[in-house]
């Protein structure tokens, strides 16, 4: 399987921004002009998460997902306030490759097969946040940014979304985002091993042995980093040289 490298954009009130465990956000840049950089810097993907919208309890911004799809050759995932296949339907046309649905999917199942059934599965992905609780040695689901705990096991909830007929899984440890330790291998593994679509790490790419341990140890079908990318501590091309290097295959 051939292996991507996906750049993030998370995008609060019309700009990029970056924060820690989904907190303290500080400044990254402009939507268009940054996936216009990652389109040349050779990104496979481009994620674009309106991270506020589910909060507040609104649609993405549809202007700027249409701005940044105007720059880019790539496929664009766009996540973030979806509520219902209407919603998906406005995102894809406005330019959206794929979309990302994670409070919705957890509140109504249902839109997961409805997306499927509209759009066909490979449009439609799962963004599942987790958090490691030490009391019940377990990974839990959470939504509307972090901000919500359900009752949902990590990997009972993935199982459960393949089933309902989504065609990816974008897998988000909160406990390593924005630390820069490395993604949760453990999780991840285990969400990998427990399902047959793709999944994407994601959560605390610090340097370029982290993405290869995402597909050398936890078997990840992609790799999704923020920071190490808007800060220019490497670059997409540096990441896929190394990885090529160390004998894996990406595109």
Sequence with gaps: M????????????????????????????DPAELAAFYNKEGADELVFLDISASVEGRDTMLDVVKKTAAQISIPLIVGGGIRTTENMKQLLDAGASKVSINSAAISNPAVITEGAKAFGS?????AIDVKWSEEDQEWYVYTHGGQKKTDWKAVDWAIEVEKLGAGEILLTSMDRDGEKDGYDIEI????????????????????????????????????????????????????????????????
């Design 122 to 126: 490979n449009k439609i992905i799962i």
């Design 188 to 251: 991840t593994k285990r969400v990998k091993e427990a399902v047959s679509i793709p999944v994407t790490a994601s959560g605390g790419a610090g340097n370029v042995e982290h993405i290869l341990a995402a597909f050398t140890e936890a078997n990840a079908d992609a790799a999704l980093a923020a920071s190490i990318f808007h800060f220019k501590e490497t670059s997409v091309a540096e990441v896929k040289n190394y990885i090529r290097e160390r004998g894996v295959e990406v595109k």
């Design 2 to 29: 051939v292996k991507k490298i996906i750049p993030c954009l998370d995008v609060k009130d019309g700009r990029v921004v970056k924060g820690i465990q989904f907190v303290g956000l500080r400044d990254a840049g």
